[in-house]
């Protein structure tokens, strides 16, 4: 049984089934078949046919009979791609990075580096502001699962809208306020929704003055979450007309959120509201 190389050459299998010498100045030792690589390496064989398919590790040689040949760098190589894996990168890129165009790598890690971080800011944000709905969830021990998860969700989508920028102002805001104003906060809101439901109810107009009072605390309690920046009240409005199940679960719908935006108005208080 016999290898051949590019060169057109012959190398002779000795009685070690991965090691291989010739008759000749040429001597090849330790190679390497796709099993022995899978147990050595930890990637299976099926994922080393994936890579040499993609071209990010291709077999030096194959035997007369087909079998893929590796050498010792093999295992160095399959290191440094599980590791950019774990960074991130796509097996593509990874062929790229690790091909001859060694100047493109520090362009591609800074780039993966910055999509890591907008992705750690973008998680980051979301964990508080699940503390925030946890905290929530047990001022409204009896609120059904089912509207708490209408709730996370549109939470969910409204935090990842936020920029770097607008994730880092609403952690500041959070800092600011303090757990007990948070608090306070979280639990006036529900007593706001049901006061202004009980005006709709009774037909009062948008201009009564009790209604007007409402939607001057209720521009008020916005504008605490939001820091008074309009993006972030237009993405937390377009978060809830995205998710209507949301605002039904929190006792809201649209009719309320132009109810108060016509008494805001009336006052000259512009916050972005549903359209």
């Known amino acids: 049984m016999a290898i051949k190389q590019a060169s057109s050459r012959r190398i002779a299998i000795s009685s070690n089934a991965n090691s291989f010498s010739s008759s ?54 399959l290191l440094q791609i599980k590791l950019l894996q774990q960074a991130g990168f796509s097996l593509r890129v990874i062929t790229q990075m690790l091909g001859q165009n060694h100047d493109v790598a520090p362009t591609v890690l800074q780039a993966q580096l910055d999509k890591l971080e907008l992705e750690l800011h973008a998680r980051a944000a979301a964990l508080e502001h699940l503390k925030k709905l946890i905290t929530i969830a047990k001022e409204a021990p009896f609120l059904p ?26 952690g500041k ?79 809201m719908d649209m009719d309320m959120f132009k109810y108060m935006g016509a008494a805001m108005h009336a006052q000259g208080l512009t916050v972005p509201m549903p359209k």
Do not use: C
């Open 145 to 170: 699962i089912p509207q708490l998860l209408e709730i996370i969700k549109m939470s969910t989508n409204f935090t990842q809208s936020l920029t770097p920028a607008e994730h880092q102002a609403q």
């Open 24 to 77: 000749g100045d040429l001597v090849m030792t330790s190679w390497l078949k796709i099993g022995a690589l899978a147990q050595l390496s930890g990637v299976s064989a099926r994922a080393l046919r994936l890579y040499e398919n993609v071209g990010v590790l291709q077999p030096k040689h194959h035997s007369s009979a087909g079998y893929r040949l590796y050498d010792k760098t093999a295992i160095t190589q």
């Open 173 to 251: 805001r959070g800092v600011d306020l303090g757990p007990e104003k948070i608090a306070a906060i979280s639990q006036e809101w529900p007593e706001l929704i049901a006061r202004v439901r009980a005006a709709m109810v009774a037909a009062k107009p948008s201009s009564a003055p009790e209604v007007l009072q409402m939607a001057r605390r209720w521009h008020e309690l916005l504008a605490s979450f939001t820091g008074g920046d309009s993006a972030i009240a237009g993405k937390l409005s377009a978060s809830y007309v995205n998710n209507p199940n949301a605002m039904a679960a929190q006792g």
